[in-house]
């Protein structure tokens, strides 16, 4: 049956005994200290592996000591603690019961203050299926506990449970229970799954992928074959950048959960499993690659790189000073490199001068962004401070600027006149270009801009008719 209420079954000498991944809260811990582990030091994957030999218990133990979690900050399932509370204001037992680690089981649950038992695996046992029903019923007695869990591997301790209640399980799952507990109760506290993936993929991040369609405009080379090639670029990089962010939530978890904003991503906030993502940032890095080896090895080869250094960026690139924002705007640059690669158009130096500058000044405005909305002496996971947002201010407008010059000087060179009809019109450019980037750095200065300058330009009113601007003068100067 379904029923979100709380609990009917007598509390006389029954236990309620409560899950802990995907139950009390609303990750997996075993993936919760994997990416932990990760994100404090790449290479804990060796030591990891090692402990992996001994058993899954030995795992989590060394998972637990290479990547701690901090109690507060993970994502707790509230209608699961408040059918605990329920349960104790009517004077019933509690425990805490999971297979995860015995020590962070113990550091949750004195964080909660919810349960008079706690047990986890030991670095030996695994305390799961089979193993966790032998325990509950050598420690409460058969039929004298009620469990909360999760998972099929919990069957055999329903069975044996005085009640079974299950939360956020198949409607097959659901079914089992309820032929083969005495009594049960189906909590839904999370929502459809689709949502938070394509929120976790961010399709609107794509936009920056238009990048690769710049070469073939630049050098008006607008044949069919150079348009697939370049939407084929498109496709390529967009999935290979979903695995990336993917990957990087996963590193990020703990940082995203004290950010006013990215604490709400699917991840972070437990509304889509860690383990999706575990297991579809490889699997849309494959796909990504498969495509692009339709194009050529050259673009293979560049997308190679830029996965290299956006995985680099998210293990520790991204904490170190000043770095972060110049690969920053190599990963924006490395976009137009792509795009000449798939189709084979050679690449002008005044392109790539004024992309590094711009992207140089849209990387420091995003650091600015992230500073002026953490509201902190120093921002999570970087290696910035509030004292630092002048100089950062100070790169961005400078960079902005310089792009513009290079923009300016490139108007009068020869290859402008043989690809343009009436050049003039393209000074235009450079005004509006002056124009936006001063207006971009006042609001983030002023605190309205969105973490990413991109994303904010693609939703304001004004960016958007700068956009239009600058191609009315493109046009122009073709006539």
Not at 266 to 292: D, K
Request: proline share 4%; charged share 20%.
């Amino acid at each position: 049956m379904d029923d979100t209420r709380g609990l009917s079954i007598s509390v006389d000498g029954i236990t309620l005994v409560v899950d802990l991944d995907d139950t009390l809260v609303h990750t997996d811990m075993l993936l919760e200290t994997f990416w932990a582990a990760l994100s404090v030091r790449w290479m804990n994957i060796v030591p990891a592996t090692r402990a992996l030999i001994k058993g899954k218990a030995a795992f989590k133990r060394e998972l637990e000591q290479l990547g701690p979690i901090d109690p507060n900050l993970l994502p707790y399932n509230q209608e699961v603690i408040r059918h605990i509370k329920e349960w104790r204001n009517r004077g019933g037992r509690t425990a805490l019961v999971s297979a995860s680690d015995q020590r962070l089981v113990s550091q949750i649950a004195t964080y909660l203050d919810l349960f008079d038992d706690v047990c986890g695996s030991d670095g030996v046992r695994n305390l799961k299926g089979p193993n966790k029903a032998a325990y509950l019923n050598e420690t409460y007695g058969k039929g004298c506990f009620v469990y909360i869990g999760d998972a099929e591997a919990d069957l055999d301790i329903w069975r044996d449970s005085a009640c079974a209640v299950t939360v956020d399980v198949s409607p097959s799952l659901a079914a089992r229970v309820d032929d083969q507990a005495p009594q049960s109760t189906h909590l839904k506290t999370r929502e459809g799954r689709v949502k938070p993936l394509l929120k976790a993929m961010r399709p609107h991040q794509w936009l920056k992928n238009v990048l690769v369609f710049l070469p073939m405009l630049a050098a008006h080379q607008f044949t069919a074959l150079t348009i697939g090639q370049s939407l084929l670029a498109f496709v390529v990089f967009s999935l290979v950048a979903s695995s990336v962010y993917l990957l990087n939530d996963l590193l990020d978890l703990a940082a995203d959960r004290v950010h006013p904003r990215k604490k709400r991503r699917p991840f972070a906030s437990g509304t889509l499993p860690l383990m999706w993502g575990t297991i579809l940032a490889p699997a849309l890095l494959v796909v990504g690659f498969g495509l692009a080896l339709f194009l050529n090895i050259q673009f293979v080869g560049v997308m190679l790189f830029y996965y290299a250094v956006t995985t680099a960026y998210s293990f520790f690139l991204k904490r170190a000073l000043i770095v972060d924002i110049c690969t920053l705007a190599g990963l924006y640059t490395l976009r137009i490199i792509a795009g000449a690669a798939a189709t084979g158009i050679p690449l002008s130096v005044w392109l790539l001068a004024f992309s590094m500058f711009f992207f140089l000044s849209l990387a420091a405005m995003k650091r600015q962004a992230e500073l002026k909305r953490q509201g902190q002496r120093k921002a999570h996971g970087r290696s910035y401070e509030i004292d630092d947002l002048p100089l950062i201010a100070n790169m961005a407008v400078s960079s902005g600027y310089v792009s513009v010059l290079v923009m300016a000087l490139y108007l009068n060179t020869d290859a402008v006149a043989g690809l343009y009809a009436n050049p003039t019109p393209l000074w235009g450019i450079c005004l509006v270009l002056l124009y936006w980037l001063s207006r971009m750095v006042m609001i983030s200065h002023r605190g309205w801009m969105h973490d990413d300058p991109v994303v904010f330009a693609a939703r304001d009113r004004i960016s958007i008719i700068c956009a239009l601007c600058i191609f009315g003068f493109a046009i122009a100067g073709t006539v």
